[in-house]
C-alpha cells in the first residue's frame, strides 16, 4: 500500500484530507486556542502529512483538570475488575485497528510495516495487557508489631494511585513507549496527560479514538501535543496539578525535566540516553553474535536506546567479526515501509539526520577508518527527498573519541579489539551512561561473572531486545531514574501508605 493510500485509511480526530493531528482532552478532539501549529512531514520524502496543533497552558490546565475530574469521579469509582477490563479492552481495540496504528506509526516515523508489525503496534496492546493483569494480583506486607503485655498492632500496606501522571514520549518507538507508561499508570488507578514527541504525534492522537470507542471515562487518558522549552512540555512538566512525571528521552532533557519536577517536590521516573556496549568474545557462537548484532546496532536505524554503539571483539577474532558485520550491514536494504524486502527506513527527520552527519563527519577527524557507510546513499524519486542514511561502521578511534563517548542515535557503531575479559569489562563500563550491554560469549561463567559487573540496567547474554515485560526496566548512572516494568511500576505508579491498627 503506498503512503498516500495509507493516509486515506486513517480516521485520526479532526478527519480530513490530510492527516492533521488533534490534541484529546476530556474525551473530545480539539484544535486548541493558541492558533499555532506546525508542519508533520514525511521523514520519507519530505511530504507533508498534516499539521500539528501546539498546545498552551491553557490546554495543558483544560487536560489536568480533566485528569483530576476523572480520578475524583467515575474513574476514581471504578474496581480493580471494572478498570482492568476497560484496560483489556483497550489492548482488543489496538489488535483491532492494527492497520490503522501501523500506518499511523510508518507514517511519522518511515519504518518498516515489517518492524513495526513485530514489534510497535503488538507492544502497544500488551503494555496495556500485561499492567491490567499485573494489578489484579497484587498483595502487599502485613507486620504484627508485638508491644508486650499482651498488647500488638496490626500493620498493612496500600497502595493508592499517586494521581495525575504526565507522560513525556520520545519519537523512536512512539507507541510502543508512550503505552509503556500509560497501560501501567491506568492499571494503578491514576488519570494522564501525554505529551507526545512533536515528531510522532499520530499513535497517540489515535489511541484517544480507542478509548473513547471502549468506554473509558472522559479525561482518563488526555494528549496535548506541543514542543519541549516553553511550550506543552515544560508547561504540563511545571503544572501544579502533575502528581508524577515519567519521561523517556535524551538525558540533557532529563535534567530539564528534573528541574522542573522540583517545583512542588514531584517524583519522575525517568529512562534516558545510553552508549551501549556489546562484548563479542571469541569463544562466542559467531553467527548469533554478527546477526545479533546487526540487529542491535541497525535495527530502527539505530534509533533505539537500547542499540549498540560501541563494540568490543576478542583480538583474535576481531577481523572475522569486523568483515562479517561489514557485509551484513552493506546488504541492509533501505527502502520505503511497505516493501516487505525493507530493512531499515529513514532517520525520524532531517534535523536528526544533520545531527547524525555531524558525528560521521567527527568520526574522520577524530582518526577513524571507515568500514562502510559514513554517507547519504543515492535514494530513487522522491524518496531523494527523504532523511536517509547509510548504516555505517568504523574502527580506529581512540577511546576518548567523542564519537565513542557520545550518544548518536542513528545507524552506526565502532569496533575495538580487546585482549582480556578485564580490559573488555573496563572498557564496557566506561561510560557516564548505563543503560543496557550485549554479552556473546558460549562460556557460562564467564557469562555470569561479566553481566553481573556490568553498571547497567539490563544485560543481555547471547541476545538482544528479548523483553520480559514483567522483568525491571531501566538506566543506571546517567541513563535513568528508576525501574518500570511488572511490579517495579507500582514503585512509581502508586503510593504505598501503611495502616497501623492498635488492636
Ligand atoms: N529513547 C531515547 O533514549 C531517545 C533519545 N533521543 C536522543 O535525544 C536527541 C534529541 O531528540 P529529541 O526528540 O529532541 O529528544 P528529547 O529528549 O529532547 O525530547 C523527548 C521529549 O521530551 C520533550 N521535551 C523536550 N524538552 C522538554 C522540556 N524542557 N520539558 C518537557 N518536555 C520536554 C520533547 O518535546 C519530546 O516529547 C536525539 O538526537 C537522540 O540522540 C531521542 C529520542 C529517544
Ligand atoms: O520497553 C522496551 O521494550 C523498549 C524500550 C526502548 C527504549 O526505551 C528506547 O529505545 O528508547
Known sequence: ??????????????????????????????????????????????????????????????????????????????????????????????TNRFDDFLAAECLDTGKPYGLASHI???????????????????????????????????????????????????????????????????????????????????????????????????????????LGPQSAGEF????????????????????????QAALGVRQVSFELGGKNPALVFADCDLDAAVEGTLRSAF????????????????????DAFVARLKAGAEALKLGRPEDPATNLGPLVSQDHRDKVLSY??????????????????DMPGELANGAWIAPTIWTGLKDDARVVNEEIFGPCCHIRPFDTEEEAVRLANSTPYGLAAAVWTQNLSRAHRVAARMEVGICWVNSWFLRDLRTAFGGAKQSGIGREGGLHSLEFYTELSNVCIQL
Open 360 to 377: 560521521y563527519r567527527l568520526a574522520l577527524e577524530e582518526g577513524a577508518t571507515l568500514v562502510t557507510g559514513g554517507r547519504v546513499p
Open 1 to 94: 500500500m503506498s503512503v498516500q493510500a495509507l493516509h486515506k485509511t486513517m480516521q485520526i480526530g479532526l478527519d480530513g484530507a490530510r492527516r492533521d493531528a488533534a490534541h484529546f482532552i476530556n474525551g473530545e478532539f480539539t484544535q486548541g486556542t493558541t492558533g499555532k501549529s506546525w508542519e508533520n512531514r514525511s521523514p520519507l520524502d519530505n511530504s507533508l502529512i498534516g499539521r500539528v496543533p501546539e498546545g498552551g497552558r491553557a490546554e495543558i490546565d483544560a487536560a489536568v483538570t480533566a485528569a483530576q475530574a476523572a480520578l475524583d469521579g467515575p474513574w476514581g469509582a471504578l474496581t480493580v475488575g471494572q478498570r482492568t477490563d476497560l484496560l483489556a479492552a483497550v489492548a482488543d481495540e489496538i
Open 299 to 318: 535495527s530502527n536505524c539505530g534509533q533505539v536506546c537500547l542499540g549498540t554503539e560501541r563494540i568490543y571483539v576478542e583480538r583474535t577474532i576481531f
Open 120 to 226: 510497535d503496534i503488538p507492544r502497544g496492546a500488551a503494555n496495556f495487557k500485561m499492567f491490567a493483569d499485573t494489578v489484579k494480583n497484587i498483595s502487599t506486607e502485613t507486620f504484627l508489631l508485638e508491644q508486650g503485655g499482651g498488647r500488638s498492632a496490626l500493620n498493612y500496606g496500600l497502595r493508592r494511585p499517586k494521581g495525575v501522571i504526565a507522560v513525556i514520549s520520545p519519537w523512536n518507538l512512539p507507541l510502543l513507549l508512550m503505552t509503556w507508561k500509560v497501560g501501567p499508570a491506568l492499571a494503578c488507578g491514576n488519570t494522564v496527560v501525554v505529551k507526545p514527541s512533536e515528531e510522532t504525534p499520530l499513535t497517540a492522537t489515535l489511541l484517544g479514538e480507542v478509548m473513547n470507542k471502549v468506554g473509558v471515562p472522559r479525561g482518563v487518558y488526555n494528549v496535548v501535543h506541543g
Open 236 to 259: 504540563l512538566t511545571q503544572h501544579p496539578g502533575v502528581n508524577g512525571i515519567t519521561f523517556t528521552g535524551e538525558t540533557r532533557t532529563g535534567e530539564a525535566i528534573m528541574r
